[in-house]
């Protein structure tokens, strides 16, 4: 079954920042886009869409034919519609895939599915990241190096405030000697979620081939295995005899 990915990208370091636009020309969501295709090739469609479409490029029709949908930014999580938030977690409810990059931890959805503030420590030095596979058997982790090495990166360390992840998959160490839990899964409905940490707007992270790969594998993973799409329901169901 084909994969119909969006990868949604905030979309503003690039528009304003020239450094950063050097970087990602085609902005952090082109990057993330053209490694899936590499990785995923026939069988993912992949499209984008940023904030400053009509709905945040997120319209209902959008996400219903979205099966995966990744999620990046950092300076205007607060001007993301509620609307649009809550239509994505309905979406994420009902069974779409929701992969939560980086500074997304502090996006209006990664907040609202968790429940908690998702704050975490941080320090942007360029230090070098070592993400370390916990869970070597889980599918995201399938074909990661041990560990990926990234020379520059943002720090980010605990605490960390989310719930207990269903799985730890990524652990990363920092040059500074903080740990972070770098990549976890949640099941929120009948939806899962991964968030990842490596992918600073201000390194090419996301030209890194382990991290591509780590993505692609998450993009699979989070694939929902059937095209239906529903909310669980509340039932009154008539009683029934089971002595029969």
């Given at each position: 079954?084909?994969?119909?990915?969006?990868?949604?990208?905030?979309?503003?370091?690039?528009?304003?920042?020239?450094?950063?636009?050097?970087?990602?020309?085609?902005?952090?969501?082109?990057?993330?886009?053209?490694?899936?295709?590499?990785?995923?090739?026939?069988?993912?469609?992949?499209?984008?869409?940023?904030?400053?479409?009509?709905?945040?490029g997120l319209t209902e029709e959008r996400?219903?034919?979205?099966?995966?949908?990744l999620w990046w930014g950092h300076m205007?999580?607060?001007?993301?519609?509620?609307?649009?938030?809550?239509?994505?977690?309905?979406?994420?409810?009902?069974?779409?895939?929701?992969?939560?990059?980086?500074?997304?931890?502090?996006?209006?959805?990664?907040?609202?599915?968790?429940?908690?503030?998702?704050?975490?420590?941080?320090?942007?030095?360029?230090?070098?990241?070592?993400?370390?596979?916990?869970?070597?058997?889980?599918?995201?982790?399938?074909?990661?190096?041990?560990?990926?090495?990234?020379?520059?990166?943002?720090?980010?360390?605990?605490?960390?405030?989310?719930?207990?992840?269903?799985?730890?998959?990524?652990?990363?160490?920092?040059?500074?000697?903080?740990?972070?839990?770098?990549?976890?899964?949640?099941?929120?409905?009948?939806?899962?979620?991964?968030?990842?940490?490596?992918?600073?707007?201000?390194?090419?992270?996301?030209?890194?081939?382990?991290?591509?790969?780590?993505?692609?594998?998450?993009?699979?993973?989070?694939?929902?295995?059937t095209s239906e799409r529903r909310l669980?329901?509340?039932?009154?169901?008539?009683?029934?005899?089971?002595?029969?």
């Amino acid at each position: 079954m084909t994969i119909r990915v969006t990868v949604w990208n905030e979309y503003v370091h690039e528009t304003t920042q020239d450094d950063i636009a050097a970087i990602y020309p085609d902005g952090i969501h082109g990057a993330i886009a053209d490694g899936l295709a590499g990785l995923l090739g026939e069988d993912a469609v992949i499209g984008t869409a940023t904030l400053a479409e009509p709905e945040h490029g997120l319209t209902e029709e959008r996400l219903a034919a979205t099966d995966v949908l990744l999620w990046w930014g950092h300076m205007a999580h607060d001007q993301v519609d509620d609307e649009v938030v809550a239509r994505v977690q309905r979406h994420v409810l009902g069974g779409m895939g929701l992969l939560v990059l980086h500074s997304g931890h502090f996006s209006k959805i990664f907040i609202r599915l968790m429940g908690t503030t998702c704050s975490l420590a941080w320090r942007n030095d360029a230090e070098r990241e070592l993400v370390w596979t916990v869970k070597p058997g889980h599918p995201i982790a399938e074909g990661v190096e041990q560990p990926i090495v990234i020379d520059r990166q943002e720090m980010y360390g605990e605490h960390f405030d989310i719930p207990d992840p269903d799985e730890l998959v990524f652990i990363s160490s920092f040059a500074g000697g903080e740990v972070f839990r770098s990549g976890v899964t949640f099941t929120r409905g009948l939806g899962r979620i991964f968030y990842f940490s490596p992918g600073d707007q201000e390194y090419p992270v996301y030209f890194h081939p382990q991290i591509r790969r780590v993505l692609a594998n998450g993009v699979r993973w989070a694939a929902p295995t059937t095209s239906e799409r529903r909310l669980p329901e509340v039932s009154n169901p008539a009683a029934r005899d089971w002595t029969a």
